[in-house]
């Protein structure tokens, strides 16, 4: 049974960092590219970030780059985030996703499991 977690939520002021972390088993984690996405309230779930299987190439959304990191350790099957220079528009549910190809990787319905998500709240 896979399993998908997220971690390291949770309240900061506009400006600080976060990191969040996303533990995955019961699958093999290297053969899965791995994306974060989130979602405010009252709108659609957007892409932030992905990674491809090794972690040799990253994406970002034109709103975090810059600002926020994507990096993998497949030893410990766990994808991060690191998110600095936070703004209030960055609050949202973030939820960590995997996926078995690279292509269409900002698109979430591709995405085969899913976490239940974390909340970030950024203060002004």
């Known amino acids: 049974q896979v399993q998908v977690a997220e971690s390291g939520g949770g309240l900061v002021q506009a400006g600080g960092s976060l990191r969040l972390s996303c533990a995955a088993s019961?699958?093999?984690?290297?053969?899965?590219?791995m994306g974060w996405f989130r979602q405010a309230p009252g709108k659609e779930r957007m892409f932030v970030a992905a990674?491809?299987?090794?972690?040799?190439?990253?994406y970002y959304a034109d709103s975090v780059k810059g600002r926020f990191t994507i990096s993998r350790d497949n030893a410990k099957n766990t994808v991060y985030l690191q998110m600095n220079s936070l703004k209030p528009e960055d609050t949202a549910v973030y939820y960590c996703?995997?996926?078995?190809?690279?292509?269409?990787?900002?698109?979430?319905?591709?995405?085969?499991?899913w976490g239940h998500g974390t909340q970030v709240t950024v203060s002004s």
């Open positions: 996703a995997g996926k078995r190809l690279m292509d269409n990787y900002n698109l979430s319905p591709l995405y085969d499991y």
């Open positions: 990674i491809s299987w090794s972690g040799g190439s990253t």
């Open positions: 019961g699958l093999t984690f290297r053969n899965y590219v």
